[in-house]
């Protein structure tokens, strides 16, 4: 199952370079919902010490977790390319080439990006159900 | 911009081709390979054997030495038990049971779960990656002993009824204000220990990500390995915001410091942040590597593939991010914002998720596959079947008006049993059957095994499943007796007489586990025909760990690649020999995992022990008030690590490169990220920043937390020498690093210079920032305790800093460390990134905040 041409070292780096971009992506839904989650959390404890105004906090929140969806969104969406299960048909990528590796950080990330695209939603639901700071 | 050190890079054809592998390997080359390797690796003898660093024998101990410490506090719990079993017992005294339940908690947590998994790790890890050891032997080795030292201290204090007795977590003011040195032997003593699992999650990490065989590119790894990833990050993360609280928690008992004093300005909440902040990642630190024994076992049982590979590297690291959002759920009571707890419920809910995903996965793996119950299966039923009741529990109780129902009673007693047991004993007992041909090279019985299963099994449900009741008809926890008449007589009595079949479980267990074996028949290589690569050691055992590093194209190269067991034995892959007598093991790419350079690991040696006792005197002493005594061990701690570094890493190798086998050449020393130890350096650091970014949450926590902070009318940090401070570190970093690239481009005067003028101006930095808060009264109001904490900090870190400059010089005078041979320079200037940003920072705060906030 090993590649048929031994690669190049430039090659090689370029490729590397790629992939641990794709390996940082694995990562980014995930951080773009603990980044939500922190803002929602450190942002409404701040106002209700405080006494901030909270209606003002929440929609900016909102607006917030809008952004965060998108953001994750977009991430999803390129691991899905990346993933490429629609022309390739191999949802399992326990090959031992190179390519094997790509398609599945895509389906990976793929797959953790639904996982934080849920968690964002979840976390935005009491800023939509509780009112203020009792 | 750097320039190349002229060092060799890889050379030769990779990868290997078929015809290469299927060229035989003459008898007599193998035989003398076999004999060299043999040599390089053998384990010393006699009283010796204590100086071992290989991680089959390191990991041994370990795992030995936390079930050791479980079975103990399995016996507090059994008086515990004894004690509730009759309402207005008088067995032990209140005082008594206090210690007992703290103690049990403690013990159960720091001494055993946790440490388990590193033990676990350090012991099969090597084996499932074809390696020959974790990269770091005397850091494992280090660690264990550490661990063992801070393990007997803290537990043996209950002998002498000096047990810390504030509960598990250490709440102040209760444990602030208790007399004796409970507190302080809680405090100490952990986090020594938690010292130890920071370096033992280096050590996997690094291991993970650097010591795979060729070939094995990261969506080939054994999920075991995915895991080891995802809870060495969750222990980076986790365990320093516990060392931050105890860091301010030691200050306020030794100094009168006042972090969680709120008549002078502090707050326990802050302490209940930072414990919990760690506490409740540490659950999933704690289930995250049991269940990856799962992942492990099932498809061998299966005798397929593990369905869902891509689903259960989801949810490994899914459920690693999202249980750093559940924290608050400990602290449902202590009076937030209703909308604030609805963010920690949303995210207690959430994280079922990516759990279920990977039981599912398990479900679905068994159901496809044609499944042999073996033993090892038998347990992992058992702990899906409990596990999955403690997590239905556990989605209730994150539902905040639940909670506050069943805040602080048995039914949370029964529910963190049920996951733990579950999540953690039952399927590292499983790992135990599983494993135990790999480690003993014998066989547990499988008819004992059935017994402690079931003993155990039917005893935890006896046990636990009526506490549930018990805690909804109101008994509260930690209570150490009841009156007689409110309906909890009888359940406690049935609780009680479960907890001693469970004991019975588990002692025959552990009499299978250590009765004599040696009449037993030499076992089969593979008695449970796996597919991984632990399966390929030696029978009788060899502690080289595997003759020769294999090239692995697949997910279970055993199955999947018919030929690879017999090349390897053959001495056909790669580094089959030790013809210089020295233990190597090969480093390769993080992603695709190419080989990149063979690694020096060390071997057996006195100086860790040394370093251990030495390190356990500093942490221990002070305990008891003794500060010299702590700072001569201290002193001696650091010569003996110097020691251990200066004749043991980043030696000058005696040729740039060799031959690895099959055509390749692969350099022996690198420098920079390409080296194991900068990647070392670069997680702890890591670990360290998480840390200091605790502190400084604690700083805003108190402006948040109190209408006045700072105090008005406060004295303030001197500006001009906050100043100062900065300036010098700014300009330290700048000589640090300069010495680096001028030591690189071969200008090794200059880059000496920069080296003798970079610790004077760190150490100036570092008084600079003393003095500015010299006159402050640290004990009068958490304003300039905390500004005084800040302070020590980074004074301590600058001091590790200078001495690890002067290391440097001292290896570029003596030859150590040469424009070709720097990776020593490369890791100094990396740790100082680090504090350098961490100086700027507490400049800013301390010179910056008053006038901001």
Redesign the interface.
Same mark, same amino acid.
């Given at each position: 199952m090993t590649e048929e041409h031994q690669p190049r070292r430039d090659e090689d780096q370029k490729e590397f370079a790629e992939e641990q971009a794709s390996l940082f992506k694995i990562t980014l839904a995930p951080l773009i919902w603990a980044a939500h989650f922190a803002a929602c959390y450190g942002l409404v404890a701040v106002t209700c010490a405080k006494g901030w105004d909270i209606d003002a906090v929440r929609f900016g929140l909102l607006v917030a977790s809008g952004a965060a969806l998108c953001g994750i969104g977009w991430v999803g969406l390129t691991a899905w390319r990346q993933w490429n299960v629609a022309q390739t048909g191999d949802f399992v990528n326990r090959g031992g080439r190179a390519e094997d590796r790509h398609h599945f950080l895509g389906h990976a990330a793929f797959l953790l990006s639904i996982i934080s695209l849920i968690g964002v939603v979840f976390v935005s639901l009491p800023l939509v159900l509780i009112g203020g700071c009792q | 911009m750097t320039r190349p050190s002229g060092l060799p890079?890889p050379e030769g054809?990779?990868?290997?081709?078929?015809e290469m592998l299927a060229e035989p390997v003459p008898k007599d080359v193998q035989e003398a390979q076999a004999k060299r390797l043999r040599a390089a690796w053998e384990t010393p003898k006699g009283w010796r054997y204590v100086t071992a660093v290989n991680n089959t024998e390191v990991g041994k101990w370990y795992c030995l030495t936390a079930l050791v410490f479980m079975l103990l506090a399995g016996v507090m719990a059994l008086i515990i038990r004894l004690q509730l079993a009759v309402p207005e017992n008088d067995l032990v005294s209140a005082d008594r049971f206090n210690q007992l339940f703290t103690m049990h908690g403690s013990a159960m947590m720091f001494l055993f779960a946790v440490p388990m998994f590193e033990a676990v790790s350090i012991l099969l890890l090597p084996g499932m990656l074809g390696a020959r050891d974790m990269p770091f032997p005397r850091l494992s080795a280090f660690g264990y002993w550490c661990f063992l030292i801070g393990g007997v201290f803290v537990i043996g204090s209950i002998f002498f009824d000096a047990a810390p007795r504030a509960g598990w977590f250490m709440y102040p003011p209760l444990a602030t204000e208790d007399e004796g040195p409970g507190s302080d032997i809680w405090l100490l003593g952990l986090s020594f220990i938690e010292v130890a699992s920071i370096a033992a999650a280096v050590e996997l990490i690094v291991g993970t990500l650097k010591c795979r065989p060729p070939?094995m590119?990261?969506?080939?790894m054994p999920l075991y390995a995915w895991y080891v990833l995802v809870v060495g990050g969750m222990i980076l993360f986790a365990f320093p915001p516990l060392i931050a609280g105890d860091f301010l928690f030691e200050l306020e008992r030794s100094f009168d410091w006042p972090f969680f004093d709120p008549t002078r300005g502090g707050d326990p909440m802050l302490w209940q942040h930072l414990f919990w902040i760690f506490g409740h990642p540490e659950v999933y630190i704690i289930f995250l590597p049991s269940i990856a024994i799962a992942a492990m076992i099932i498809p061998t049982v299966a005798r397929r593939?593990i369905f869902g590979?891509?689903?259960i !590297?989801?949810s490994a690291?899914?459920t690693g991010?999202?249980s =750093?959002?559940l924290w !608050?759920h400990h602290m449902f009571t202590t009076g937030?914002?209703?909308?604030?707890?609805? =963010? =920690?419920?949303?995210?207690s809910?959430?994280v079922v998720?990516?759990t279920g995903i990977q039981i599912f996965a398990f479900l679905a793996t068994l159901m496809a596959g044609r499944v042999k119950m073996t033993l090892p299966m038998l347990w992992i039923s058992g702990a899906l079947a409990i596990f999955t009741m403690g997590g239905l529990t556990g989605v209730m109780l994150a539902l905040a008006p639940f909670d506050f129902q069943a805040h602080d009673t048995y039914f949370i007693v029964a529910h963190l049993h049920y996951t733990l047991f579950g999540g953690m004993v039952f399927p590292v007992i499983a790992g135990v059957y599983y494993f135990f041909p790999f480690i003993q090279k014998r066989l547990m019985s499988d008819r004992l095994g059935k017994w402690a299963f079931w003993l155990t099994f039917s005893g935890f449900n006896l046990c636990f499943l009526p506490m549930h009741l018990t805690g909804l008809w109101g008994m509260p926890r930690r209570v150490y007796t009841y009156p007689g008449g409110l309906g909890w007589d009888w359940l406690n009595l049935i609780s009680t007489v479960g907890a001693f079949v469970i004991a019975a479980g588990f002692a025959t267990f552990v009499w299978d586990l250590i009765r004599p074996k040696h009449k037993q028949a030499q076992i089969p290589r593979n008695p449970w025909d796996g597919g991984t690569l632990e399966w390929t050691h030696d029978v009788p055992e060899e502690a080289w760990g595997v003759r020769s590093i294999p090239?692995?194209?697949?997910?279970y190269p055993l199955w999947d690649q018919p030929d690879m067991l017999a090349r390897l034995d053959a001495g056909r892959y790669y580094l089959p020999d030790a013809e210089e007598g020295k233990r190597e093991t090969l480093v390769t790419? !993080?992603?695709?995992a190419?080989p990149v350079q063979v690694q020096r690991v060390t071997g057996p040696t006195w100086i860790t022990l040394w370093a251990a006792a030495f390190t356990g005197g500093a942490f221990i002493f002070p305990t008891f008030s003794w500060y010299t005594p702590a700072t001569i061990s201290g002193a001696l701690a650091i010569c003996c690590i110097i020691w251990w570094l200066w004749t043991a890493t980043a030696q000058v190798p005696e040729a740039d490169s060799k031959d690895v086998g099959l055509g390749l050449r692969l350099p022996t020393y690198s420098a920079g990220p390409a080296s194991v130890g900068w990647w070392a350096i670069w997680i702890t650091m890591l670990g360290d920043a998480t840390a200091f970014a605790s502190l400084v949450f604690g700083f805003f926590f108190y402006w948040?937390?109190s209408p006045d902070f700072p105090p008005d009318g406060a004295a303030h940090a001197v500006p001009g020498l906050i100043a100062l401070a900065a300036a010098a570190f700014a300009v330290n970093w700048g000589l640090t690093v300069g010495a680096r690239q001028l030591n690189r481009a071969g200008r090794v005067t200059p880059a000496r210079i920069c080296l003798v003028g970079a610790p004077l101006v760190a150490a100036a930095g570092a008084a600079a920032l003393i003095y500015a808060v010299v006159e402050l009264e640290p004990a009068s109001h958490v304003y300039p305790a905390i500004l005084w904490a800040l302070a020590i900090w980074i004074a301590v870190h600058s001091g590790a800093g200078v001495i690890m400059q002067v290391y440097c010089l001292a290896g570029s005078l003596f030859g150590k460390l040469t424009p070709r041979y720097d990776a020593d320079i490369w890791n100094v200037s990396l740790f100082w990134h680090f504090v350098t940003i961490s100086a700027l920072v507490t400049c800013a705060v301390l010179g910056l905040a008053p006038g901001a906030l």
């Amino acid at each position: 199952m090993t590649e048929e041409h031994q690669p190049r070292r430039d090659e090689d780096q370029k490729e590397f370079a790629e992939e641990q971009a794709s390996l940082f992506k694995i990562t980014l839904a995930p951080l773009i919902w603990a980044a939500h989650f922190a803002a929602c959390y450190g942002l409404v404890a701040v106002t209700c010490a405080k006494g901030w105004d909270i209606d003002a906090v929440r929609f900016g929140l909102l607006v917030a977790s809008g952004a965060a969806l998108c953001g994750i969104g977009w991430v999803g969406l390129t691991a899905w390319r990346q993933w490429n299960v629609a022309q390739t048909g191999d949802f399992v990528n326990r090959g031992g080439r190179a390519e094997d590796r790509h398609h599945f950080l895509g389906h990976a990330a793929f797959l953790l990006s639904i996982i934080s695209l849920i968690g964002v939603v979840f976390v935005s639901l009491p800023l939509v159900l509780i009112g203020g700071c009792q | 911009m750097t320039r190349p050190s002229g060092l060799p890079q890889p050379e030769g054809p990779y990868p290997p081709t078929d015809e290469m592998l299927a060229e035989p390997v003459p008898k007599d080359v193998q035989e003398a390979q076999a004999k060299r390797l043999r040599a390089a690796w053998e384990t010393p003898k006699g009283w010796r054997y204590v100086t071992a660093v290989n991680n089959t024998e390191v990991g041994k101990w370990y795992c030995l030495t936390a079930l050791v410490f479980m079975l103990l506090a399995g016996v507090m719990a059994l008086i515990i038990r004894l004690q509730l079993a009759v309402p207005e017992n008088d067995l032990v005294s209140a005082d008594r049971f206090n210690q007992l339940f703290t103690m049990h908690g403690s013990a159960m947590m720091f001494l055993f779960a946790v440490p388990m998994f590193e033990a676990v790790s350090i012991l099969l890890l090597p084996g499932m990656l074809g390696a020959r050891d974790m990269p770091f032997p005397r850091l494992s080795a280090f660690g264990y002993w550490c661990f063992l030292i801070g393990g007997v201290f803290v537990i043996g204090s209950i002998f002498f009824d000096a047990a810390p007795r504030a509960g598990w977590f250490m709440y102040p003011p209760l444990a602030t204000e208790d007399e004796g040195p409970g507190s302080d032997i809680w405090l100490l003593g952990l986090s020594f220990i938690e010292v130890a699992s920071i370096a033992a999650a280096v050590e996997l990490i690094v291991g993970t990500l650097k010591c795979r065989p060729p070939g094995m590119r990261v969506n080939i790894m054994p999920l075991y390995a995915w895991y080891v990833l995802v809870v060495g990050g969750m222990i980076l993360f986790a365990f320093p915001p516990l060392i931050a609280g105890d860091f301010l928690f030691e200050l306020e008992r030794s100094f009168d410091w006042p972090f969680f004093d709120p008549t002078r300005g502090g707050d326990p909440m802050l302490w209940q942040h930072l414990f919990w902040i760690f506490g409740h990642p540490e659950v999933y630190i704690i289930f995250l590597p049991s269940i990856a024994i799962a992942a492990m076992i099932i498809p061998t049982v299966a005798r397929r593939p593990i369905f869902g590979y891509s689903w259960i !590297v989801l949810s490994a690291v899914g459920t690693g991010f999202l249980s =750093f959002g559940l924290w !608050v759920h400990h602290m449902f009571t202590t009076g937030l914002p209703s909308i604030s707890l609805g =963010f =920690f419920s949303a995210a207690s809910e959430a994280v079922v998720i990516p759990t279920g995903i990977q039981i599912f996965a398990f479900l679905a793996t068994l159901m496809a596959g044609r499944v042999k119950m073996t033993l090892p299966m038998l347990w992992i039923s058992g702990a899906l079947a409990i596990f999955t009741m403690g997590g239905l529990t556990g989605v209730m109780l994150a539902l905040a008006p639940f909670d506050f129902q069943a805040h602080d009673t048995y039914f949370i007693v029964a529910h963190l049993h049920y996951t733990l047991f579950g999540g953690m004993v039952f399927p590292v007992i499983a790992g135990v059957y599983y494993f135990f041909p790999f480690i003993q090279k014998r066989l547990m019985s499988d008819r004992l095994g059935k017994w402690a299963f079931w003993l155990t099994f039917s005893g935890f449900n006896l046990c636990f499943l009526p506490m549930h009741l018990t805690g909804l008809w109101g008994m509260p926890r930690r209570v150490y007796t009841y009156p007689g008449g409110l309906g909890w007589d009888w359940l406690n009595l049935i609780s009680t007489v479960g907890a001693f079949v469970i004991a019975a479980g588990f002692a025959t267990f552990v009499w299978d586990l250590i009765r004599p074996k040696h009449k037993q028949a030499q076992i089969p290589r593979n008695p449970w025909d796996g597919g991984t690569l632990e399966w390929t050691h030696d029978v009788p055992e060899e502690a080289w760990g595997v003759r020769s590093i294999p090239h692995v194209t697949t997910r279970y190269p055993l199955w999947d690649q018919p030929d690879m067991l017999a090349r390897l034995d053959a001495g056909r892959y790669y580094l089959p020999d030790a013809e210089e007598g020295k233990r190597e093991t090969l480093v390769t790419s !993080v992603i695709d995992a190419e080989p990149v350079q063979v690694q020096r690991v060390t071997g057996p040696t006195w100086i860790t022990l040394w370093a251990a006792a030495f390190t356990g005197g500093a942490f221990i002493f002070p305990t008891f008030s003794w500060y010299t005594p702590a700072t001569i061990s201290g002193a001696l701690a650091i010569c003996c690590i110097i020691w251990w570094l200066w004749t043991a890493t980043a030696q000058v190798p005696e040729a740039d490169s060799k031959d690895v086998g099959l055509g390749l050449r692969l350099p022996t020393y690198s420098a920079g990220p390409a080296s194991v130890g900068w990647w070392a350096i670069w997680i702890t650091m890591l670990g360290d920043a998480t840390a200091f970014a605790s502190l400084v949450f604690g700083f805003f926590f108190y402006w948040t937390a109190s209408p006045d902070f700072p105090p008005d009318g406060a004295a303030h940090a001197v500006p001009g020498l906050i100043a100062l401070a900065a300036a010098a570190f700014a300009v330290n970093w700048g000589l640090t690093v300069g010495a680096r690239q001028l030591n690189r481009a071969g200008r090794v005067t200059p880059a000496r210079i920069c080296l003798v003028g970079a610790p004077l101006v760190a150490a100036a930095g570092a008084a600079a920032l003393i003095y500015a808060v010299v006159e402050l009264e640290p004990a009068s109001h958490v304003y300039p305790a905390i500004l005084w904490a800040l302070a020590i900090w980074i004074a301590v870190h600058s001091g590790a800093g200078v001495i690890m400059q002067v290391y440097c010089l001292a290896g570029s005078l003596f030859g150590k460390l040469t424009p070709r041979y720097d990776a020593d320079i490369w890791n100094v200037s990396l740790f100082w990134h680090f504090v350098t940003i961490s100086a700027l920072v507490t400049c800013a705060v301390l010179g910056l905040a008053p006038g901001a906030l």
